[in-house]
């Protein structure tokens, strides 16, 4: 073993070199010749492209961070049965089992809360009621008694005892449901419209998309264990958005026009690298595809980044840094290659413009493609239900409409198939359950992370202030006649996307003494936007106390309704 590298390089090396550690990383499936082994075996099967990724960060010098230690000292799956066995017996898991228990959707959340938070997958965002009122029984039976709608159209539980993880994930598996991968480095849930498959403005419908996107990555071990998480989202070009400019791969519907390189009609443009939180959206590629090749494309460009990715330095380890050092250019040329075959590219002048989305279409009724029916969207504060109101709305769905709920990012659902004779009824049930399908300027398009409630990183009270805001707001400024998107995010994690808000607060300690003592608070950018306007928000005020912050928004509606010429003029 060459001698310039450290005694930790050359531990890690030494694990290779032996077999064991890529034995257990592999499950034993194609490398386990154990120490005995006369020469280095050539690890093999779903762990090798993260082991040889890993060996060669470490041959060149790199020290591999902790979570790729823990990832390699055990594989989260091999290691599941003895997590399962502690958390049985009520053990607190240190934090390497914490994240190897994020690889399957339970994250454990003390100090703020001393339990489990389990982050389920819905792909699309689509539940049937059955699962949603299973959902509802689960949280009673094993977490607190309520969940929240994440801003990657998901469900979350809270408040869940050791003892009852697994037990709560195997009633998961009842309703046909999963959490494997929610969390830690692995591709999260995947997002397509809301509207899917009933709105008359769409150009594709994107629920058969992500299903089987959903089934791809679930099934291949391979695809967990990246050097950072990943989000993959798919938008069908309808009124709702996906926001799929946030996502490292974003698939948008596009129409391409006569006189293209390829044919006229429906494709799927690729757009990559977006995370909001380090001020980037998904740029265009140029590539277009046919819906059918998204999987195997998005496999490649996960596979490049699984080989290249940064393995030692968590803030640089998404995929957007290996984009801004290659280029574009090398990153496509390197997905071919691992395709095969060059990809369709079209120029922006032949693709139609963006059909316009509509602020409003996620709260309320509209009108579905198919005749006599609507979708009905509803406004939860900040996402959260308790287990009775879920098992109330889920009749609803049962009884008025398809039968299906469909969360949205922006931390609400909607009802579909509600034929026109059932509107009434519907809004009458929701509001009987405490909730309204009305949309009100600031409630349509308030989003807040889970903040000091229940996340260790959060700086501010997310959920809790982003309701006084609404409260403050809808008292102090009744003129607001338009939605205005309000995004709170407890730390620059940006789980709430504040950069893309009209309004984004990120969470701040805000010092209030010479001693040093701080308050909550927050940083405020204005301007962001999404869709057919995508924009990072700019920063304008810095370390605003909390409690000052509903007196702030007030004071940007105000001007925002002065200075406008028309209604027609958006916050942005
Ligand atoms: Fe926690 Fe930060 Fe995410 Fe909010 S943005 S949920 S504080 S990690």
């Known amino acids: 073993m060459a001698d310039e590298f450290n005694a930790e390089q050359k531990r890690y090396l030494e694990g290779f070199a032996s077999g064991i550690a ?202 967990y264990g990246l050097p950072r998480k990943f989000n993959v989202s798919f938008d069908g070009g309808g009124v709702t958005p996906a926001l799929e400019e946030t996502n490292d791969i974003g698939f948008q519907a596009i129409e391409v026009l006569e006189g293209a390189a390829v044919a006229p009609g429906v494709w799927m443009r690729l757009v990559l690298g977006g995370i909001s939180g380090h001020k980037d959206l998904a740029r265009d590629t140029g590539i277009v595809l046919k819906p059918e090749d998204c999987n195997r494309v998005a496999d490649a460009i996960i596979r490049v980044f699984i080989e290249n990715g940064d393995r030692t330095n968590r803030n640089k380890a998404r995929m957007k840094y290996v984009l801004d050092a290659w280029g574009f250019d090398k990153y496509i040329a390197a997905v071919e290659e691992k395709l095969g075959r060059k990809l369709d590219r079209v120029d922006a002048a032949h693709v139609a413009p963006r059909r316009p989305t509509d602020r409003f279409s996620h709260v309320g009724v509209h009108p579905q493609v198919q005749p006599g029916l609507n979708w009905v969207g509803v406004v939860l504060p900040v996402g959260k239900m308790t287990t009775d109101q879920m098992r109330g709305l889920a009749k609803v769905a049962a009884e008025c409409g398809d039968g299906q709920i469909r969360m949205t990012v922006w931390q609400n659902f ?72 309000v995004h709170l995010t407890g730390c620059h994690h940006s789980c709430a996307q504040h950069y893309i808000g009209d309004i984004g607060l990120i969470g701040a300690k805000v010092v209030v003494s010479e001693e040093g003592d701080t308050v909550e608070g927050y940083d405020i950018v204005v301007g962001g936007g999404f869709a057919e306007n995508p924009k990072i928000g700019t920063e304008i005020w810095k370390a605003v106390k909390a409690e000052d912050a509903p007196a702030r928004v007030e004071a940007l509606l105000n001007a925002y309704l002065a200075l406008r010429e028309s209604k027609d003029e958006s916050f942005q």
């Open 414 to 485: 909607i009802f579909s198939g509600v034929p026109d004779a059932k509107v009434a009824e519907v809004e009458a049930r929701v509001e009987a359950l405490g909730l309204t399908i009305k949309a009100a300027g600031i409630r349509s398009g308030l989003v807040a992370c889970t903040g000091a409630r229940g996340c260790k990183f959060a700086a501010s009270d997310t959920k809790g202030h982003a309701m006084i805001i609404a409260d403050h707001v809808e008292r102090t400024v009744p003129a607001l006649d338009v939605p205005v998107n």
């Open 22 to 223: 890529a034995a257990r990383m592999t499950g034993g499936l194609a490398i386990g010749q154990g120490a005995a082994a006369a020469a280095p075996a050539e690890p093999t099967g779903p762990d090798a492209i993260h082991i040889k990724a890993q060996e060669r960060t470490v041959k060149a010098g790199g020290k591999l961070c902790d979570q790729e230690k823990w990832k390699r000292a055990e594989n989260p799956f091999d290691g599941h049965n003895r997590l399962k066995a502690e958390a049985a017996a009520g053990k607190h898991p240190k934090p390497e089992d914490n994240f190897r228990w994020r690889y399957h959707g339970m994250f454990w959340v003390a100090p703020n809360q001393v339990s489990y938070m389990c982050r389920i997958r819905v792909p699309n965002g689509i539940l049937q009621h059955w699962q949603f009122a299973g959902i509802a029984d689960l949280a009673d039976a094993h977490g607190g008694g309520y969940s929240h709608v994440t801003t990657r159209a998901g469900l979350q539980v809270r408040e869940i005892a050791p003892e009852h993880a697994q037990p709560f994930l195997d009633g998961l598996t009842d309703l046909g449901l999963t959490a494997q991968g929610a969390g830690a480095d692995n591709i999260r849930n995947v997002t397509g419209s809301p509207a899917a498959g009933i709105d008359a403005r769409e150009l594709l419908d994107t629920r058969p998309l992500t299903k089987s996107w959903h089934n791809w990555i679930l099934n291949d071990r391979s695809l």
